[in-house]
């Protein structure tokens, strides 16, 4: 249980989507590494540290969900198309530096070993979806049920939300 040696990089000017995937990445490596701390979320580099940049980047050369892991001495870059992208991109990079699973909805559905030293093993990876349409329906679903955790766990298992517009009538 030691310190974290890295920093998420997010630019300032970020969507809410990128934020929330600079907050999981930052959750999920202190839950992973045992670490006291999360890594800072910062806008810009910092030496003496490994700079985990989470970039959006609408002429990246990948499908329009899809993302490139680039990994250099003291950087390890997620990039994508949209913020979507990099949110996916944020859970592939967990699953490739550890053996995390989300196999069903909340806290108790996911399952991973510990390790205080996270390994990169690639330089590069680029991943595209196989298919352009992957999401659940949810018809006639119960209002109590916990939507947040099933969304969620639907962009972890690089499924898309895709919701239809509510039409209320007086």
Not at 46 to 54: D, F, P
Not at 110 to 127: D, M
């Amino acid at each position: 249980r030691g310190k974290m040696n890295c920093v998420i990089i997010l630019p300032v000017q970020s969507e809410s989507v990128e934020k929330h995937a600079a907050e999981e990445l930052a959750c999920y490596l202190k839950k992973i590494s045992k670490s006291k701390e999360k890594p800072s979320i910062l806008s810009e580099t910092i030496t003496g540290k490994v700079n985990i940049i989470l970039s959006v980047d609408k002429n990246t050369a990948c499908a329009e969900e899809g993302y490139i892991l680039t990994a250099g001495k003291n950087t390890l870059t997620i990039k994508g198309r949209k913020p979507l992208s990099v949110l996916f991109g944020v859970y592939g990079l967990l699953r490739n530096i550890s053996d995390i699973e989300w196999v069903f909805p909340g806290n108790e559905g996911e399952y991973f070993s510990c390790s205080p030293v996270l390994k990169v093993t690639f330089r590069e990876k680029k991943i595209e979806p196989s298919f352009p349409r992957r999401t659940l329906n949810f018809h006639a679903m119960n209002s109590l049920s916990h939507v947040k955790d099933t969304w969620d766990w639907m962009v972890r298992n690089h499924l898309s939300i895709h919701t239809l517009p509510v039409i209320c009538q007086h």
